[in-house]
């Protein structure tokens, strides 16, 4: 268990609906990071966010957005969504100072669009 | 745009054998990454590179980083079976995210 917990780990759903991704960090990390992984694109950044604000975005779709609460959960979510949405999520973390130890990711959530 | 390029994409081998996955990256930085994936499951840190000439070592593995060159390595001695898997590498621009190379599915035969 890395300490980062994504919920759930699969989500069948079909094109056109909405869906939200959880991630809650390491305890004591302040720092959410949400990867997108498919086989054509690899791993791709979305988005980050620091104590609950926004810091950094990369290759994210207008359709998404995401947020992070007070307590340091962060959930992302993803609408309209088509076929080619259907990829692994990934949520990682870590803290300024713990940079040098690296980023640590969740499990995944597995996420189909039929 | 900071660019990672990993090579090579995929990497057959026996048993045995000893072979090195390159990664190059396009801008400066001193921070890199080293993960290794499972298929379908989630990324493992092997390594964390933090400065030009960093050597690190586990096991059969062995990272390196020449940031004059924007290059890492990672050196497999004796592969065995287990170590079949999919590594990629990172770098750590700013603190505001760290980008990956495509990977490296590394297949070792029996």
């Known amino acids: 268990d890395s300490g980062v917990t994504q919920t759930p780990k699969h989500l069948i759903t079909a094109t056109g609906q909405r869906v939200t991704l959880r991630c809650s960090p390491r305890?004591?990390?302040?720092?959410v990071y949400w990867y997108q992984q498919s086989l054509d694109q690899g791993l791709q950044f979305l988005i980050q966010y620091y104590n609950g604000e926004e810091r950094a975005k990369g290759n994210i779709l207008e359709r998404f957005s995401a947020q992070q609460f007070p307590d340091l959960h962060s959930e992302l979510n993803l609408s309209s969504l088509e076929l080619g949405d259907s990829a692994l999520y990934f949520c990682?973390?870590?803290?300024?100072?713990?940079?040098?130890?690296?980023?640590?990711f969740g499990s995944g959530t597995r996420l189909t669009v039929v | 745009e900071l660019k990672v390029e990993q090579n090579p994409l995929f990497l057959s081998m026996q048993e045995g054998k000893n072979y090195t996955i390159y990664c190059n990256y396009s801008?400066?930085?001193?921070?890199l990454y080293w993960y290794r994936q499972d298929p379908g499951k989630s990324l493992e840190s092997l390594f964390v590179?933090?400065?030009?000439?960093a050597v690190k070592q586990e096991g059969r593995l062995m990272a390196s980083l020449d940031t004059k060159a924007r290059l890492s390595t990672l050196h497999i001695t004796a592969a065995v079976h287990d170590l079949s898997a999919t590594y990629f590498c990172a770098v750590d621009m700013t603190l505001d995210k760290i980008i990956f190379g495509k990977g490296t599915r590394l297949h070792i035969l029996p």
């Open positions: 305890s004591g990390d302040l720092s």
């Open positions: 590179l933090l400065s030009n000439g």
């Open positions: 801008t400066t930085s001193d921070r």
């Open positions: 990682a973390s870590h803290s300024p100072g713990q940079r040098n130890y690296g980023y640590t």
